[in-house]
């Protein structure tokens, strides 16, 4: 399987992060990406498709914010990375403010996503690793994988989040739409439900999400992926979400990926993007199911077995030393 990777994806390194109440160690750190690279052996530099793919998907206010929030926060006299910290509440009206702080709050959802001088770049390389990996399964290959760092399911089309600042499943699906796809889905099995890629295709009939994930009632996004979301509009329907308890074990995620994969076969797709995150694992410090390294191959051959082309964006997963086996076995499950 192709592989694609820009070492300029880890560039992007925030210092701390707010976590349960106390700054800890930013858990989304450039060593992830490097134990993925190691694992697999290397991959290959994407090319530079522009901005275009990314302003199909995010505003572009929201996209001038990313590349200058670092600088307004240190000109504001800031010290350490952008981090939000005054949201306007549900119902605020709409005021366009430029103080920094307020822009930050604007374009974010919680403050566990620190902006940096050299986020833009990162997350701009993270993109165009993601749309690499989309053109060669467009151009013919039947999977693809994209070792996105930053990642990206929990950016919104305005705004950023969970460790995330562009969407990069949400960038290779639209890339797909564009490139003529009539109907692309996406299988989002993150531990954590993917509310920016929800939010940016909530409306729309041609890009079907469905996300298998921890229960929001009990953790992390909390405000999305409850079971009862299906999408509006147009979009009524192919939005499907499906909440896991804390501790689940392959049978059931097994089983209820299963059912994301028939919702999705119903669809009938002419490509699929996954967003595989590896914190589903047992260890993984910051989650609460309990998959193991070897669950990872038998996941990723149910997915193959569909027979639809794939891309595979890397989501998630905090477990440093264990990262590159689960990443790797989810791969070789498309080997098969
Ligand atoms: C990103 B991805 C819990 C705070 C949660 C953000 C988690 C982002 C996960 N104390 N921090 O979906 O793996
Ligand atoms: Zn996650």
New binding site residues.
Partial sequence: MQRFFSPAQLIHAPARELHNGSFTDYAETPARAEAILRAIGGAAEPADRGEGPILAVHTPDYVAFLKDAARLWREAGRPGNAIPYAFPIVGRRPLKLDRIDALLGRHGFDATTPITPDTWAAAYASAQTALAATHAVLDGQQAAFALCRP?GHHAGADYCG?YCHLNVAAIAAQAARDAGMERVAILDI???HGNGTQDIFWTRSDVFYASVHADPARDYPFYWGHADEVGEGEGRGATLNLPLPHGTTRAAFRATQVQALDAIAAFDPGLLVVSF?A?TWEGDPI?RFALKTDDYPLLAADICDRGWPTVIVM???YAVDALGANVAGFLSGFDG
Avoid: I, K, L, W
């Fill in positions: 990642p969970g993150d531990y954590h995150g914190d989650s989501e998630g997963g």
